[in-house]
């Protein structure tokens, strides 16, 4: 047996990921996830988390979700995964139906929606933050970085739907990737 | 299929979470579709309302599938309706996630990887693009999230909550002092 890194308790999985999806909060949620399992736990390479992120990305399914199935199942296999994405929603699930009971009463709250605003724009600077970071890594040539601009703006800019996007993107930018010489199709 | 909600809840959201690619936002108007004008379930204004708490609280704006489950059928009907939604999408991305894992270091999965790599990056930032449209455009939005993507660069250790919070300090501060909110483009 090849060495193996210490098993990440489930619990530890549990915490993180209810933690996480619990202060969720205005979007930007996937820059968080990079933020404690690839900076603060070493959980996985960033290298990974970029192409889980795009797999779930370009598979069915939120994001959130998709990312914690991955990372859980990365750690320990389909329990990892149960884990991951049951503590993921418990949070959300609660708290969707007490702000929605609390809803009418919540709008009164003065500053309330400026509020939401800033929380918002704050997560967006960590979805930056993420972006920057992959860029950095997986972008430094002429290909990728066409590629990656491509989408953004075929997606960010146009409003293109993902399917078809998605669809012309990934397989060719993964033929570009495809190493030179290679046999092993 | 209307006298029994939990059944019809399932019946339409199964099929819905192995569509929804790129998450809750690919499948809201067909759901709108099904749970309006089809099954009368809500009116439109209801639809709405649960469309934008879902986006306020936390968690995936697909939790809106949550809402109208517990809309229709209170808490057996939010169950039900998240594992319907949540559910199927997971598996395969389950599912894909351990064929993926299987072949690390062949050819095809390190061009997989490089490959999706900058799609990611792409769609990260076109997923920036999309909430700071959602919320106004400004330019304070702009300013916050570039300001917290720099400052979570500068400070690794800093908890997102942190800037969180000053994000909607920030945005009560500028409603006080009349910046905030802008009209609506």
């Known amino acids: ?185 | 299929m209307r006298d029994n909600p939990l059944l019809g809840l399932t019946v339409i959201l199964v099929p819905f979470s192995l569509l929804s690619i790129g998450g809750g936002p690919s499948i809201f108007a067909p759901l709108q579709r099904e749970v309006v004008d089809v099954m009368q379930w809500l009116t439109a204004r209801e639809f709405i309302d649960l469309f934008s708490i879902a986006r306020v609280a936390p968690g995936p704006g697909a939790m809106l599938a949550t809402l109208i489950g517990w809309k229709i059928a209170g808490w057996a009907g939010a169950l039900v309706a998240t594992l319907a939604l949540f559910g199927p999408a997971s598996i395969l991305t389950l599912m894909v996630a351990r064929v993926y894992d299987r072949y690390r270091g062949r050819d095809w999965h390190t061009a997989l990887e490089a490959g999706l790599a900058p799609v990611a990056v792409g769609l990260i930032f076109a997923g920036a693009i999309s909430i700071i449209r959602l919320s106004g455009n400004s330019m304070l939005t702009w300013a916050a999230a570039v300001g917290a993507g720099a400052v979570l660069t500068l400070r690794p250790k800093l908890h997102p909550f942190v800037v969180l919070f000053a994000g909607a300090a920030l945005f009560v501060v500028a409603e006080i002092a009349g910046f905030w909110p802008i009209a609506a483009p």
């Not at chain 1, 988390?49 to 797999?55: K, P, S, T």
């Not at chain 1, 007490?98 to 009463?105: C, H, M």
């Not at chain 1, 309330?112 to 929380?119: K, L, N, T, V, Y």
């Open chain 1, 1 to 185: 047996m090849p060495e193996t890194p210490p098993k990440v308790p489930l619990r530890d999985i549990f915490r993180v990921f209810f933690t996480i999806g619990a202060s969720s909060f205005g979007g930007g949620v996937t820059g968080w996830m990079h933020r404690i399992a690839v900076g603060q736990r070493g959980w996985l390479t960033n290298e990974k988390f970029l192409a889980g992120l795009a797999l779930g990305q370009v598979l069915p399914g939120a994001n959130v979700t998709n990312m914690a199935v991955y990372i859980g199942q990365q750690l320990r296999g389909a329990l990892g995964a149960a884990v991951a994405l049951v503590a993921v929603l418990m949070g959300p699930f609660f708290l969707v139906i007490a702000v929605a009971t609390l809803y009418d009463e919540a709008i009164k709250i003065p500053f309330f929606h400026s509020a939401m605003d800033g929380i918002a724009a704050a997560a967006v600077g960590m979805v930056l933050r993420m972006g920057t970071t992959g860029a950095l890594h997986g972008c430094r040539k002429a290909a990728p970085a066409l590629i990656a601009l491509g989408v953004f703006v075929a997606i960010g800019i146009l409003q293109w739907p993902l399917a078809p996007v998605a669809l012309v993107a990934a397989p060719l930018s993964v033929a570009l990737a495809w190493p030179r010489g290679s046999r092993d199709a």
